[in-house]
Each structure stands twice: as structure tokens, then as C-alpha cells.
């Protein structure tokens, strides 16, 4: 067994802080690195700023054990994972800039037989991509991809699968998959993520590794976007799309997902675009599928403005995170739904979010939205959205009184 006497895990976001604190808890020396200071010091203090089940209490205890400390710049290591941001730009084309600069931060820390690992979700062919940077930037070490024989730095993208909620439960025991840009590459990978998985690795090569990830999260996306298309459909001609949906999905061979008000999060809505935008001609049913999830939300003010008493009615909207029991707000439908609508109202939004204390600037500026508690935002509308199916929201089945408009844009409330 390959010794990793210490991992510097760069990014300690919704990835990098759990990957970093469950090595830890196995025993292995980790620096955490991160480039903003309060993150930093919120994470020394045993305190993680994302909700996520099980993550204070394993963080709590890596701290405890000083096996996990954080800091803003990368020190020497045997591996390194890089677990930041990789988002598109306003055209969807993949931004790497934190990827980059993340290579760049660890390059005069690199040493002969290191591991790199790419977590951060990538298009294909980067990998090689960030091995040809180092190599520019180390000139004295021999990188994979030129002379793999002699190869000193191992790489490889091993991709993060988990789903925010269930990071700590799916992270130990999900199946990875391993693209290590050399055999040697991804044989030392495997090594280091069985001292914190039980799940199977899957060795293949960088490339095959980066498309895997991307199809997994364009085949969820195709997938939401015809449930969604169905939604569509059944509101024209009143049909009932959830009993549609439950009974379809009787069949042994079909498993329709749930339509929604859209696609949220900092994954599916951006990945696909890595797959789509790298060879446009060949990828219509993908953008498609975006497009349909995109307009989701304009389409949910449609249908909430059909069903308003009067435009100045007032509106109870439940819930802002993108989806259900997490605290991200990033590219959330919801929050996309009151937007629109503020615009076309002329009476209040009432707000309720389990999981924030204040409205995101896109909302804080009009005065007609308020952030209140459920009771109070159910009391003072007449008409209820429920936008995000947090549990709380799900429990209200039976709450909402007989007097009010419910519109369920999840379908939690049916039957
Ligand atoms: N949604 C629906 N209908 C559904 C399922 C989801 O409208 O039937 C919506 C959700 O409300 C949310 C969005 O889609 O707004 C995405 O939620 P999600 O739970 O499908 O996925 P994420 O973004 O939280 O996590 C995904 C996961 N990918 C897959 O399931 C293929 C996770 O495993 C990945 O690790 C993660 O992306 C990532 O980081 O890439």
C-alpha cells in the first residue's frame, strides 16, 4: 500500500471539505486549502458552512485530531485533490480559471512520485491539458502525456458522483471511477481512495473519465427535462401528470423522474454544456433538454399567474434552495420563479426557507418580498407555492387551509 503521509486537498467547497475531513478521520494527515480566509478559519474552528448531514460532527472530530488542518496556501504533499469550481460563463462555455489557478498554487509544491487528482467536474481532455501546464511551469519534473514511461507526477480525474444531502454516505460507499492518464497513474489513485471508500474503482483512462462524469449528469438532465415536457403537456390538456408518472412507472422497464419548477444546483444545469459545447452539431437532443429545463421557471409563473385570484393577490412562496433539506441557493429555480413574478404581481411574495436567514441580493431589493416564517407567509397569501420540497414543506400536506390556492410544483402534496 502506497504511503500517503499527507493529502492537500485545494477547494474545501461542497466537495473538498467532506473529501478532506473523511480522510482525516482515516487517519491521514490532510491540509485543507482554500483561497478565501473565512472559510479557512470556519473550517479551523470545527465549523463547516455548508449543511450536510454527518459533516459538523466528522469535521468537529478531524479538528479535534489535528489529522485535518486549513490554510490558504497549498504545502508539500503526496497528493493532491483538486476539488474547486468549474463553472460556465454567460455563453456556457467551461470557465477553468479555478482550476487553473489551483494547478498553478500547487506546482512550486510538487515533487517526483506526487499524485494529482482532478475531482472538479471537467470537459474532456483537460486533464491532459492541466498535465501540459505543469509540465511548462516544472520544467524539472517529467509530467504523463510526453514521456509516460518516465512519468515522475502521477494525474488522474477520478470525479466526485455524490449527491448533496448524502455526500458523506454516498462518498464512502458510491463506485468511482478512476482515469488516471497513465496505468501507473490510475493504479496510485486507487490506492489512495480505498484508504476512504468501500465503493468499487473503476480504472480507464483520463479522457474516458471526464466523458463518464458528464454523461452521468446530461443522462439526469435529458431525464428531468422529459418529465418536465410531460408536466407541460398534462397542464394543457388536464391531465393529472403525477398519477400519469406513478402509473407509467408501474411498467418494469420505465422510471420517469419528477418535473419540477427547473433544474437547479452547480452540477446538472452546468455539465451538460461541457458535453454540448464541444461538439455542438452532435448534440441537439442535450441542448434541447437544457432549454426545456431552463425556461421551466417561466413557464411556473405561467401557471401561477393563471391561478391567481388577482394579480394584486398576495403569494406565499415555499422554499428558495434548489432543492429539498439542502442550504444552496446556486442557480435555484425557485429563486428564478419570484423573480419573475415579482414583475408581473402587483400584491406581496411572503417567503419562507427553513435553511436561510436573508434574501439573496437578486431579491432583497424589492420591497414587495419578504423573508417571514411559514405560518406567517401562509397567513398573509392567498394562494401557496410550494417551490422546494424540503420535508418541512412536505409535512404541510394536510396544513394548508381549504381557503387557500395551493400550487405544488413538486408534487409532494398529491394524493
Ligand atoms: N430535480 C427535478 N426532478 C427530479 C430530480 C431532480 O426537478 O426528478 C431537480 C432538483 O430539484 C434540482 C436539480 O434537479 O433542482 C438537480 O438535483 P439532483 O438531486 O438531481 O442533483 P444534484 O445537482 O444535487 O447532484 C447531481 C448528482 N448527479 C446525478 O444524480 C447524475 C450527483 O450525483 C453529482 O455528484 C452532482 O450532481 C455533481 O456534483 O455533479
Given at each position: 500500500?502506497?504511503?500517503?503521509?499527507?493529502?492537500?486537498?485545494?477547494?474545501?467547497?461542497?466537495?473538498?471539505?467532506?473529501?478532506?475531513?473523511?480522510?482525516?478521520?482515516?487517519?491521514?494527515?490532510?491540509?485543507?486549502?482554500?483561497?478565501?480566509?473565512?472559510?479557512?478559519?470556519?473550517?479551523?474552528?470545527?465549523?463547516?458552512?455548508?449543511?450536510e448531514?454527518?459533516?459538523?460532527?466528522?469535521?468537529?472530530?478531524?479538528?479535534?485530531s489535528?489529522?485535518?488542518?486549513?490554510?490558504?496556501?497549498?504545502?508539500?504533499?503526496?497528493?493532491?485533490?483538486?476539488?474547486?469550481?468549474t463553472?460556465?460563463?454567460?455563453?456556457?462555455?467551461?470557465?477553468?480559471?479555478?482550476?487553473?489557478?489551483?494547478?498553478?498554487?500547487?506546482?512550486?509544491?510538487?515533487?517526483?512520485?506526487?499524485?494529482i487528482?482532478?475531482?472538479?467536474?471537467?470537459?474532456?481532455?483537460?486533464?491532459?491539458a492541466?498535465?501540459?501546464?505543469?509540465?511548462?511551469?516544472?520544467?524539472?519534473l517529467?509530467?504523463?502525456?510526453?514521456?509516460?514511461n518516465?512519468?515522475?507526477?502521477?494525474?488522474?480525474?477520478?470525479?466526485?458522483?455524490?449527491?448533496?444531502?448524502?455526500?458523506?454516505?454516498?462518498?464512502?460507499s458510491?463506485?468511482?471511477?478512476i482515469?488516471?492518464?497513465?496505468?501507473?497513474?490510475?493504479n496510485?489513485t486507487a490506492?489512495?481512495?480505498?484508504?476512504?471508500?468501500?465503493?468499487?474503482?473503476?480504472?480507464?483512462?483520463a479522457?474516458?473519465?471526464?466523458?463518464?462524469k458528464?454523461?452521468?449528469?446530461?443522462?439526469?438532465d435529458?431525464?428531468?427535462?422529459?418529465?418536465?415536457?410531460?408536466?407541460?403537456?398534462?397542464?394543457?390538456?388536464?391531465?393529472?401528470?403525477?398519477?400519469?408518472?406513478?402509473?407509467?412507472?408501474?411498467?418494469?422497464?420505465?422510471?420517469?423522474?419528477?418535473?419540477?419548477?427547473?433544474?437547479?444546483?452547480?452540477?446538472?444545469?452546468?455539465?451538460?454544456?461541457?458535453?454540448?459545447?464541444?461538439?455542438?452539431?452532435?448534440?441537439?437532443?442535450?441542448?434541447?433538454?437544457?432549454?426545456?429545463n431552463?425556461?421551466?421557471p417561466?413557464?411556473?409563473?405561467?401557471?401561477?399567474?393563471?391561478m391567481?385570484?388577482?394579480?394584486?393577490?398576495?403569494?406565499?412562496?415555499?422554499?428558495?434552495?434548489?432543492?429539498?433539506?439542502?442550504?444552496?441557493?446556486?442557480?435555484?429555480?425557485?429563486?428564478?420563479?419570484?423573480?419573475?413574478?415579482?414583475?408581473?404581481?402587483?400584491?406581496?411574495?411572503?417567503?419562507?426557507?427553513?435553511?436561510?436567514?436573508?434574501?439573496p441580493?437578486?431579491?432583497?431589493?424589492?420591497?414587495?418580498?419578504s423573508?417571514?416564517?411559514?405560518?406567517?407567509?401562509?397567513?398573509?397569501?392567498?394562494?401557496?407555492?410550494?417551490l422546494?420540497?424540503?420535508?418541512?414543506?412536505?409535512?404541510?400536506?394536510?396544513?394548508?387551509?381549504?381557503?387557500?390556492?395551493?400550487?405544488?410544483?413538486?408534487?409532494?402534496?398529491?394524493?
Amino acid at each position: 500500500m502506497a504511503n500517503f503521509s499527507r493529502i492537500c486537498v485545494i477547494g474545501l467547497g461542497y466537495i473538498g471539505l467532506p473529501t478532506a475531513v473523511l480522510f482525516a478521520n482515516q487517519g491521514v494527515e490532510v491540509v485543507g486549502v482554500d483561497v478565501n480566509q473565512e472559510i479557512v478559519t470556519a473550517v479551523n474552528s470545527g465549523k463547516a458552512p455548508n449543511v450536510e448531514p454527518q459533516l459538523d460532527i466528522l469535521l468537529k472530530s478531524a479538528i479535534e485530531s489535528k489529522k485535518l488542518r486549513a490554510t490558504i496556501r497549498p504545502e508539500q504533499a503526496s497528493a493532491f485533490i483538486l476539488a474547486v469550481p468549474t463553472p460556465c460563463d454567460e455563453k456556457n462555455f467551461p470557465d477553468l480559471t479555478f482550476l487553473r489557478e489551483a494547478a498553478d498554487s500547487i506546482a512550486p509544491f510538487l515533487n517526483p512520485s506526487n499524485l494529482i487528482v482532478i475531482e472538479s467536474t471537467i470537459p474532456i481532455g483537460t486533464t491532459e491539458a492541466i498535465a501540459n501546464r505543469l509540465a511548462i511551469t516544472r520544467p524539472d519534473l517529467i509530467f504523463p502525456g510526453r514521456s509516460n514511461n518516465m512519468a515522475q507526477v502521477n494525474i488522474a480525474h477520478s470525479p466526485e458522483r455524490v449527491l448533496p444531502g448524502k455526500i458523506i454516505q454516498e462518498f464512502t460507499s458510491n463506485d468511482r471511477v478512476i482515469g488516471g492518464m497513465t496505468p501507473a497513474c490510475s493504479n496510485l489513485t486507487a490506492k489512495l481512495y480505498r484508504l476512504a471508500t468501500v465503493g468499487n474503482l473503476h480504472q480507464t483512462n483520463a479522457r474516458t473519465a471526464e466523458m463518464v462524469k458528464l454523461s452521468e449528469n446530461a443522462y439526469r438532465d435529458i431525464n428531468i427535462a422529459f418529465a418536465n415536457e410531460l408536466s407541460l403537456v398534462a397542464s394543457k390538456l388536464n391531465v393529472d401528470v403525477w398519477e400519469v408518472i406513478k402509473l407509467a412507472n408501474q411498467h418494469p422497464r420505465v422510471n420517469i423522474l419528477s418535473p419540477g419548477p427547473g433544474v437547479g444546483g452547480h452540477c446538472i444545469p452546468v455539465d451538460p454544456w461541457f458535453i454540448a459545447n464541444s461538439a455542438p452539431n452532435e448534440t441537439p437532443l442535450i441542448q434541447t433538454a437544457r432549454n426545456i429545463n431552463d425556461n421551466m421557471p417561466e413557464k411556473i409563473v405561467n401557471r401561477i399567474i393563471d391561478m391567481l385570484p388577482s394579480l394584486d393577490s398576495n403569494i406565499c412562496c415555499l422554499g428558495l434552495t434548489y432543492k429539498g433539506n439542502v442550504n444552496d441557493l446556486r442557480g435555484s429555480p425557485a429563486v428564478r420563479v419570484i423573480q419573475l413574478l415579482i414583475n408581473q404581481v402587483k400584491g406581496n411574495i411572503y417567503v419562507s426557507e427553513p435553511y436561510i436567514n436573508t434574501l439573496p441580493p437578486t431579491l432583497s431589493n424589492e420591497k414587495r418580498i419578504s423573508l417571514v416564517n411559514t405560518k406567517a407567509a401562509i397567513d398573509h397569501s392567498a394562494v401557496v407555492v410550494l417551490l422546494t420540497d424540503h420535508q418541512e414543506f412536505i409535512d404541510l400536506r394536510h396544513q394548508i387551509p381549504e381557503t387557500k390556492i395551493r400550487i405544488d410544483t413538486r408534487g409532494v402534496w398529491a394524493g
